[in-house]
């Protein structure tokens, strides 16, 4: 079983940049696809990026293309996801998990049975 762990939210202003870390404990993190979701207040949490266990295969959604970057590094058992450009409407919690099916990506929250705590990212105007 895998624990992830966020950390690098916190405020940043329009136009700025953060970079989120997930860094996963008790099972290797080279054996998830892993994906990044956010939830803003009062809307459905959602999959904004993800990640197969080898690097091989990508998901962005449309609201954040060409503003995000997913990556990984399996030796040192951490994901990441840079944000560039924030928007005001970027506010959310954002929390990573890890799916099983690693050579595959599913954009079904569900399908990941791995979560961390969740970091908050607001985004001032």
């Known amino acids: 079983q895998v624990q992830l762990v966020e950390s690098g939210g916190g405020l940043v202003q329009a136009g700025g940049s953060l970079r989120l870390s997930c860094l996963a404990s008790?099972?290797?993190?080279?054996?998830?696809?892993m994906g990044w979701f956010r939830q803003a207040p009062g809307k459905e949490r959602s999959l904004v990026a993800a990640?197969?266990?080898?690097?091989?295969?990508?998901y962005y959604a449309d609201s954040v293309k060409g503003r995000i970057t997913i990556s990984r590094d399996n030796a040192k058992n951490t994901g990441y996801l840079q944000m560039n450009s924030r928007k005001p409407e970027d506010t959310a919690v954002y929390s990573c998990?890890?799916?099983?099916?690693?050579?595959?990506?599913?954009?079904?929250?569900?399908?990941?049975?791995?979560w961390g705590q969740g970091t908050q990212v607001t985004v001032s105007s």
């Open positions: 990640i197969t266990s080898s690097g091989g295969s990508l």
């Open positions: 008790g099972h290797t993190l080279s054996r998830y696809t």
């Open positions: 998990a890890a799916d099983p099916m690693d050579w595959y990506i599913r954009r079904d929250m569900h399908a990941y049975g791995y």
